[in-house]
């Protein structure tokens, strides 16, 4: 099975490159964030063969899950807020795996209320992973985590000290996700630096590779046994008017 997951930023502006991506590649699950608006290209998708589910809102935010095979939406928000309307969580099953779909908070700056409800969603996350980890039930969660979890995975950590990315408080919730016992699935078999998913529009980032990592891959226990191959697609970021992020792919037997 291929798992694929990719902040498209905007899917009106890049629908032909993720419909190019999903012919060249077809993976079983691509799970994509920051839709930005409200009308989803459903069409498009069925038209390649693809069901889509989606949870949208006006100008921001937004994710979707997308499969040719069956899709079944278990949840389009995350637990334990209810005033919480951002489009940031897709939960869904298919082939009898949990696909748990997530765009994470940004949280700068880092002095106003946007850094505080980064951590609290962080914090709902991990109580919904733990009870899925505790009832034993397969899943996955991916997506723009807004996180970069080492300096590794950085390619100046002093220039990100102070952003809410790379703040100690973000990095230490991260781990708390992957101490309940979950995989990152690319740090399972890439253990150098200089590897990452997104490179900022502005002063030559991506051509002189100066990235950070913050889209992943983590795998319940079950499944990391599965775990067979992860890599960053380095081809989209290159395209004309690029996304500012690029896939991460799993594969799992």
Same mark, same amino acid.
């Given at each position: 099975?291929? &798992?694929?997951?990719?902040? =498209?930023?905007?899917?009106?502006?890049?629908?032909? /490159? =993720?419909?190019?991506?999903?012919? !060249?590649?077809? $993976?079983?699950?691509?799970?994509?964030?920051?839709?930005? %608006?409200?009308?989803?290209?459903?069409?498009? @998708?069925?038209?390649?063969?693809?069901?889509?589910?989606?949870?949208?809102?006006?100008?921001?935010?937004?994710?979707?899950?997308?499969? $040719?095979?069956?899709?079944?939406?278990?949840?389009?928000?995350?637990? %334990?807020?209810?005033?919480?309307? !951002?489009?940031?969580?897709?939960?869904?099953?298919?082939?009898?795996?949990? @696909? &748990?779909?997530?765009?994470? $908070?940004?949280?700068? #700056?880092?002095?106003?209320?946007?850094? #505080?409800?980064?951590?609290?969603?962080?914090?709902?996350?991990?109580?919904?992973?733990?009870?899925?980890? &505790?009832? !034993?039930?397969? @899943?996955?969660?991916? +997506?723009?985590?807004?996180?970069? $979890?080492?300096?590794?995975?950085?390619?100046?950590?002093?220039?990100?000290?102070?952003?809410?990315?790379?703040?100690?408080?973000?990095?230490?919730?991260?781990?708390?996700?992957?101490?309940?016992?979950?995989?990152?699935?690319?740090?399972?078999? /890439?253990? +150098?630096?200089?590897?990452?998913?997104?490179?900022?529009?502005?002063?030559?980032?991506?051509?002189?590779?100066?990235?950070?990592?913050?889209?992943?891959?983590?795998?319940?226990?079950?499944?990391?046994?599965?775990?067979?191959?992860?890599?960053?697609?380095?081809?989209?970021?290159?395209?004309?008017?690029?996304?500012?992020?690029?896939? &991460?792919?799993?594969?799992?037997?």
């Amino acid at each position: 099975m291929k &798992i694929a997951s990719w902040n =498209v930023n905007s899917i009106k502006a890049r629908i032909d /490159h =993720v419909k190019t991506w999903l012919e !060249q590649n077809r $993976p079983d699950v691509l799970m994509i964030q920051e839709l930005k %608006g409200e009308n989803f290209p459903f069409n498009d @998708f069925a038209a390649l063969g693809y069901n889509a589910a989606a949870v949208a809102q006006k100008t921001y935010n937004g994710v979707a899950t997308l499969s $040719p095979h069956a899709i079944e939406t278990l949840a389009e928000k995350l637990p %334990g807020d209810d005033a919480d309307t !951002q489009a940031r969580y897709l939960e869904t099953r298919i082939k009898d795996i949990r @696909f &748990i779909n997530i765009y994470l $908070p940004n949280g700068n #700056p880092v002095d106003s209320d946007k850094f #505080p409800y980064k951590l609290d969603w962080m914090r709902r996350l991990k109580i919904r992973l733990e009870t899925l980890r &505790i009832a !034993q039930d397969p @899943f996955v969660v991916a +997506g723009d985590f807004n996180v970069i $979890p080492e300096d590794r995975d950085c390619h100046d950590p002093q220039a990100w000290a102070g952003d809410a990315l790379f703040r100690p408080e973000s990095r230490s919730a991260f781990r708390t996700l992957i101490n309940l016992g979950l995989t990152d699935a690319f740090r399972a078999l /890439h253990v +150098g630096g200089g590897h990452y998913t997104f490179w900022d529009y502005q002063a030559g980032a991506w051509p002189q590779n100066k990235g950070i990592r913050i889209d992943h891959i983590l795998l319940s226990p079950a499944l990391a046994d599965r775990l067979q191959d992860c890599s960053i697609d380095l081809a989209p970021r290159s395209l004309e008017k690029a996304s500012d992020h690029t896939p &991460i792919m799993a594969t799992l037997t």
